[in-house]
């Protein structure tokens, strides 16, 4: 069941838009600004590259000129990135409240005493929020994606939120086997045919669970392709910008 839900979770609960798939990416080495006038491109505290919704760019603080076809694909570019990174961030959102509902639906069909249970859950999940917090930070009309941790060489993002996870997991698993075991041992019956009921509801707790977020998680996949059909209208747009400014080139964020 640790496996299942391990599984699950992850699908769940990473970056739609920012992990890898086989339709779309944005792969981040620096980290975007989404601010209310611009979108920028940092390395620690150095823009990269910034763009206002007039469609002007700037390259290392300096304006280039460009032509008025690459203005309005610059224009178009950076409204795409803003639309887009926002519509990550709720769906990501979106799929952390899935997990949570999922897994106290499953409580509740345990039968056995559920408070400590749902805040166990709510702690472990809590935990994993922590995790996704820091690498996007939405702040008011600005948001920050620390692309220079989630695209890290050393697969650093995806072991960290699988340990998040695992941690998660662990937490829960033991939390429900202490309640529904100490449920049993005070039932009638030999040992044995007590033990079997544990084994039978972790079962149906596991079962419940992978049906739950499978039945909830279809609409959040639809959203998630909708976010990818839109990154590849974005690509098009990405690589007009760099033919007409080959500058760009060096910060290919969609692929």
Partial sequence: MKTLLTTTLLSLCTFPALAAS??????????????PATVQLQR?????????????LWLDNKAVRTDASTQQALTDYQAGLRSQSR????????????????????????????????????QAIAGLKNHIDRLVVSNGD??????SQVNQPDGGLE????????????????AVMMNVGAAMMQANGPADQRMAQVGQKMAQFGSQMKQQMQQKGKALEQRG???CAELQQLDRLEQQIQQAVPAMQSYDLID
Wanted: with cysteine.
């Fill in 142 to 147: 600005e948001i920050r994606i620390y692309g």
């Fill in 87 to 122: 519509a990550t961030v709720v769906l990501v959102a979106d799929a952390l409240q899935l997990a949570n509902e999922a897994v106290g639906t499953a409580i509740a069909n345990l039968g056995v005493n559920q408070q400590p249970l749902t805040s166990t859950a709510n």
């Fill in 159 to 174: 072991r960290e939120l699988e340990q998040a996870i695992e941690q998660t997991i662990a937490q829960l698993t033991g």
């Fill in 225 to 227: 392709n909708a976010i």
């Fill in 44 to 56: 620690g505290q150095q823009d990269l590259w910034k763009i206002d919704q007039r469609g002007q």
């Fill in 22 to 35: 086989n339709q779309c990416s944005l792969q981040f080495k620096d980290d975007l600004v989404i601010a």
